[in-house]
C-alpha cells in the first residue's frame, strides 16, 4: 500500500472517520471505528477470515506509518490508508486521544440467535447478559469471553451494542472475534438456551450454589444481567443460580469483574483451558 497524505479535514475520502465520538451517537449503518494498533491486528485477522467483517480505510498519524508497516500488509491491497499530521488528525477525529490509529471497519448483520446456536459444538461454553448498558463492561465481557474460550455471547435486546467505539476499544478488539448475537428478551434467551440442553448458571450475589461447586456439563451457559439491579427475579426462579464467594461488607462485584471470574471457573469445571 501506498499511503496517501491527507492535509483536509474535510477530504471526502476519510468522511467515515470524521468526529467518531458524534458517529457513535447517531445511525452507523453497519461501520464502527477500530482504534490502536492492537484493534487494527485483530481488524485484520477478522478481515482475512471473513467473518462478515471488513476494513474499508486507515488513517493513521504520520509518525505512526513506518512502524506499522508489516501490518498493513495483513491487509488486501485495495484497503485505502491514509496518513494524516497531528493537528489535521485531531480535526479529523474530533479529539486527540486516538493513539494516531484509526481505522473504518464495516460489519454484515449480525447472525440471528438461531443460527449462532445451531453452529455451535457439541461442548460449547457461552455467556449471555440482560440489561447491559454500559461500554465498559461490555467490551470488557468480551474480553473474557475470548481469554477463556466462550463460544459465544449471547445478549437481550435491551443490551448496549457491543459495536460501539469504546466497547470495540476495551475488548481489545475481541468484540470482533468472539460471535454474538442480541436480540429479543432475556426469558426467550433463556427458553432456547434450556431447548439446546444448555445447562444455564445465572448468577447473582444470592445465588444457591457456590461457584466452584458448578457440575460439569458438555453445555453451559452463564447468564448475567444488568448493572446495580443483577437479574430480574423471574429469571433467578426459573434456572440453577450461583454465587461468587467474597468477604462481607460489598453488595457486589462489577459485572465485568464477575463475569472473568466465572468464565475462568468454568472453563476449568469442563476442562476448556
Known amino acids: 500500500m501506498t499511503p496517501v497524505r491527507i492535509d483536509d479535514p474535510a477530504d471526502p475520502r476519510i468522511a467515515g472517520l470524521v468526529s467518531i465520538k458524534e458517529r457513535d451517537l447517531t445511525g452507523r449503518h453497519g461501520r464502527f471505528i477500530a482504534e490502536g494498533t492492537v484493534v487494527l491486528r485483530m ?96 467490551g470488557s465481557m468480551f474480553r473474557n469471553a475470548a481469554a477463556f474460550g466462550a463460544d459465544a455471547i449471547l445478549m437481550d435486546e435491551t443490551s448496549c451494542d457491543p459495536m460501539y467505539r469504546k466497547a470495540i476499544r476495551v475488548s481489545v ?7 454474538f448475537a442480541r436480540e429479543g428478551s432475556v426469558t426467550a434467551l433463556v427458553g432456547r438456551l434450556q431447548a439446546d440442553g444448555f445447562a444455564i448458571w445465572g448468577l447473582s450475589p444470592r445465588g444457591q450454589t457456590d461457584l466452584q461447586d458448578i457440575a460439569p456439563s458438555p453445555r453451559t451457559a452463564l447468564l448475567v444481567g444488568t448493572e446495580g439491579e443483577g437479574l430480574p427475579e423471574t429469571i433467578l426462579s426459573s434456572i440453577r443460580t450461583a454465587r461468587i464467594r467474597q468477604r462481607p461488607g460489598l453488595d457486589s462485584l462489577n459485572v465485568a469483574t464477575a463475569t472473568g471470574i466465572a468464565l475462568h471457573q468454568v472453563a476449568m469445571i469442563n476442562g476448556l483451558i
Open 173 to 179: 478488539g475481541s468484540v470482533l472475534t468472539v460471535p
Open 43 to 138: 481488524l485484520a485477522a477478522a478481515h482475512r477470515a471473513g467473518r462478515g467483517i471488513e476494513a474499508e480505510a486507515i488513517l493513521l498519524l504520520e509518525n505512526r506509518v513506518d512502524g506499522l508497516v508489516d501490518l498493513l500488509a495483513d491487509f488486501p491491497a485495495t484497503i485505502p490508508v491514509y496518513v494524516a499530521s497531528a493537528p489535521v488528525f485531531d480535526a479529523i477525529a474530533g479529539f486527540n486521544m486516538h493513539r494516531g490509529v484509526l481505522a473504518l471497519g464495516k460489519r454484515d448483520s449480525a447472525p440471528r440467535l438461531d443460527t449462532l446456536l445451531g453452529g455451535l459444538p457439541a461442548k460449547s461454553m457461552v455467556l449471555a447478559a440482560c440489561g447491559i448498558s454500559n461500554h465498559d463492561n461490555m
